[in-house]
């Protein structure tokens, strides 16, 4: 695998986490505001901005406009620009750095290529990331405040 394929690799990565938290972000500040609501029970939920999802989403387009969606959430979308970038692209060179060990070995890298190899090569690439990563990194903005 020659270095520009292993760089494409990660730039792929990146745009796929770029895509996928811009495609969910509206999902997540609808969440997180209705969350983050106070709803008082003794009062039967009287004051309540958001009554449900739904209601949320056209609030919130009617209030602060569609882009009102994805308040918040840049440094979310930043992070899993990285994260998906560096989970692909570290994927991919543990593939290539097997291959080359497999070539050494003289052992043919086709022939041991299998679930078992690529859920090491994932498990590896991706192991790294599962504390402290993930969605809802815009969260804070999305209760109200914007980011920077």
């Known amino acids: 695998m020659t270095e520009s394929v292993k760089w494409k690799d990660g730039v792929a990565g990146s745009l796929s986490g770029l895509g ?3 495609t969910v972000s509206p999902l997540d500040v609808i969440k997180i505001r209705l969350q983050l609501q106070v709803v ?4 039967g939920g009287v004051g309540v901005k958001y009554r449900g999802a739904a209601h949320a989403l056209s609030r919130v387009i009617k209030e602060e406009g569609i882009l009102g969606l994805w308040k918040g959430s840049m440094t979310a979308e930043l992070l899993w620009a990285g994260y998906t970038g560096l ?18 070995n003289g052992q043919s890298s086709s022939s041991s290529r299998g679930v078992s190899r690529d859920s090491l090569c994932g498990g590896v690439a991706g192991g790294g990331g599962k504390g402290g990563g ?14 920077a």
Do not use: K
């Open 20 to 22: 996928t938290r811009i």
């Open 134 to 147: 993930g969605g809802g990194g815009g969260g804070r903005g999305a209760g109200g405040t914007e980011d």
């Open 87 to 104: 989970h692909f692209g570290g994927y991919y060179s543990l593939q290539a750095a097997l291959d080359q060990l497999e070539r050494t």
């Open 40 to 43: 008082r029970h003794d009062q």
